[in-house]
């Protein structure tokens, strides 16, 4: 089974990334149940605006398309700006559009059974409105969505440290990544069993 981690830090590599910092309990755990696991920070590659799959010269989206198409899992991990998820997961989900009219050899949709889920941090409010916009969208694009796919973390409200910063509520975002991947791993086996089928006419 795969898995693939899209990271939509507003920091270009090698920046130390928060986000990246709490993905990385949801990937322990996932490569703890065998699955192998790639990570793209998305702020890396130059993606053009647009909604297709590819949007011609220069466009590095068609090798994120390609790893999404090869995954079984799909993790989502964003920062909170301005309540909100970062303009480069916004831009992600544009360019996914795209999935909703691809199909596979059995004329569904290429994300049917696939799962997704989302992290989130930041240091103020918002994360679960940012859960929402992600899975609601990824929802849309066709990946399953099982419950409680998401862990996240914020300080609460007001400015303050960030998550590499504190060793506030660790251990509950820590113990909800785990269950998150739990579920991602236990939704995705069933999907491969008992595959959603194409949409009827």
Same mark, same amino acid.
């Given at each position: !089974?795969?898995?693939?981690?899209?990271?939509?830090? *507003?920091?270009? %590599? $090698?920046? =130390?990334?928060?986000?990246?910092?709490?993905?990385?309990?949801?990937?322990?755990?996932?490569?703890?149940?065998?699955?192998?696991?790639?990570?793209?920070?998305?702020?890396? *590659?130059?993606?053009?605006?647009?909604?297709?799959?590819?949007?011609?010269?220069?466009?590095?989206? +068609?090798? &994120?398309?390609?790893?999404?198409?090869?995954?079984?899992?799909?993790?989502?991990?964003?920062?909170?700006?301005?309540?909100?998820?970062? %303009?480069?997961?916004?831009?992600?989900?544009?360019?996914?559009?795209? !999935?909703? %009219?691809?199909?596979?050899?059995?004329?569904? +949709?290429?994300?049917?059974?696939?799962?997704?889920?989302?992290?989130?941090?930041?240091?103020?409010?918002?994360?679960?409105?940012?859960? %929402?916009? *992600?899975?609601?969208?990824?929802?849309?694009?066709?990946?399953?969505? +099982?419950?409680?796919?998401?862990?996240?973390?914020?300080?609460?409200?007001?400015?303050? $440290?960030?998550?590499?910063?504190?060793?506030?509520?660790?251990?509950?975002?820590?113990?909800?990544? =785990?269950?998150?991947?739990?579920? *991602? &791993?236990?939704?995705?086996?069933?999907?491969?069993?008992?595959? &959603?089928?194409?949409? $009827?006419?």
């Amino acid at each position: !089974m795969r898995a693939l981690v899209l990271n939509c830090t *507003l920091k270009a %590599s $090698p920046a =130390r990334s928060n986000t990246d910092s709490l993905a990385d309990v949801v990937v322990d755990a996932l490569e703890k149940q065998d699955v192998q696991v790639s990570r793209i920070r998305l702020a890396d *590659l130059d993606i053009k605006p647009g909604v297709t799959s590819d949007e011609g010269t220069g466009d590095e989206w +068609p090798g &994120v398309h390609e790893q999404l198409l090869a995954s079984d899992i799909l993790v989502v991990a964003t920062p909170t700006w301005v309540g909100r998820p970062s %303009s480069i997961a916004q831009r992600m989900l544009e360019r996914m559009d795209a !999935m909703i %009219s691809e199909t596979d050899d059995q004329d569904r +949709p290429v994300a049917y059974n696939k799962v997704a889920g989302v992290v989130v941090t930041g240091n103020e409010d918002g994360a679960h409105h940012v859960i %929402s916009e *992600l899975a609601g969208g990824l929802g849309d694009i066709g990946y399953t969505i +099982p419950g409680q796919a998401w862990t996240y973390w914020n300080k609460g409200p007001g400015p303050g $440290p960030s998550y590499d910063e504190t060793g506030y509520g660790h251990d509950w975002s820590a113990k909800t990544g =785990r269950a998150m991947a739990s579920n *991602l &791993v236990a939704v995705a086996k069933a999907l491969q069993a008992s595959p &959603v089928p194409a949409p $009827p006419d």
